[in-house]
């Protein structure tokens, strides 16, 4: 998935405040969205550091047994009442609807270290000479574009970061 991370970052931050029983806040949106694509900072790490002929999947923070780690750690840290533990369930749970997301039509390593083979719902075929073009005919497009309009209708209908903008009703 390449555009529905961030809108899946900002859902996971409104369902998260929404089930805690609190309003959300622009920073908690913010920490969400950050969690949401968070895991491709690995692109940039390949593009000036390492070999591109690795997965960039293959990296640390794509793989799943490290976030498992990292959230154990993080819930076990910031007990009930810590100042920052509902932003930190935020991005941690951002952090892995994009882990879900890349496994649709990526490839993800559910069961590294043990077993190579990644796991991905489905291929995507290469029918069209453009690569992006594969991914924007292909069904998963849907889901894509369906999370960036569900975002964007939540944010029109209650918005977090453009309700000063807009204009009070008459
Ligand atoms: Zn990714």
Same mark, same amino acid.
Request: proline share 7%; charged share 15%; glycine share 8%.
């Given at each position: 998935?390449?555009?529905?991370?961030?809108?899946?970052?900002?859902?996971?931050?409104?369902?998260?405040?929404?089930?805690?029983?609190?309003?959300?806040?622009?920073?908690?949106?913010?920490?969400?969205?950050?969690?949401?694509?968070?895991?491709?900072?690995?692109?940039?790490?390949?593009?000036?550091?390492?070999?591109?002929?690795?997965?960039?999947?293959? %990296?640390?923070? /794509?793989?799943?047994? &490290?976030?498992?780690?990292?959230? *154990? =750690?993080? +819930?076990?840290? #910031?007990?009930?009442?810590?100042?920052?533990?509902?932003?930190?369930?935020?991005?941690?749970?951002?952090?892995?609807?994009?882990?879900?997301?890349?496994?649709?039509?990526?490839?993800?390593?559910?069961?590294?270290?043990?077993?190579?083979?990644?796991?991905?719902?489905?291929?995507?075929?290469?029918?069209?000479?453009?690569?992006?073009?594969? %991914?924007?005919? /292909?069904?998963?497009? &849907?889901?894509?574009?369906?999370? *960036? =309009?569900? +975002?964007?209708? #939540?944010?029109?209908?209650?918005?977090?970061?453009?309700?000063?903008?807009?204009?009070?009703?008459?």
């Amino acid at each position: 998935m390449f555009i529905a991370h961030l809108p899946a970052g900002y859902l996971c931050a409104r369902g998260l405040a929404s089930r805690a029983g609190g309003s959300i806040t622009p920073a908690m949106a913010l920490v969400g969205m950050v969690g949401g694509v968070f895991p491709d900072i690995d692109l940039f790490y390949r593009a000036f550091f390492a070999s591109q002929r690795i997965h960039h999947h293959r %990296y640390p923070t /794509h793989l799943p047994l &490290v976030w498992l780690a990292i959230t *154990v =750690g993080t +819930a076990l840290l #910031l007990r009930a009442g810590h100042p920052i533990r509902r932003h930190a369930a935020i991005f941690l749970l951002a952090v892995w609807s994009h882990l879900l997301l890349d496994s649709v039509a990526g490839d993800i390593w559910w069961r590294w270290p043990w077993f190579d083979p990644p796991f991905s719902l489905v291929r995507i075929p290469a029918v069209h000479s453009r690569w992006w073009l594969n %991914y924007l005919l /292909h069904w998963t497009a &849907v889901v894509e574009f369906g999370l *960036v =309009g569900v +975002a964007a209708y #939540l944010e029109w209908s209650r918005p977090v970061f453009f309700g000063r903008w807009r204009r009070p009703a008459a």
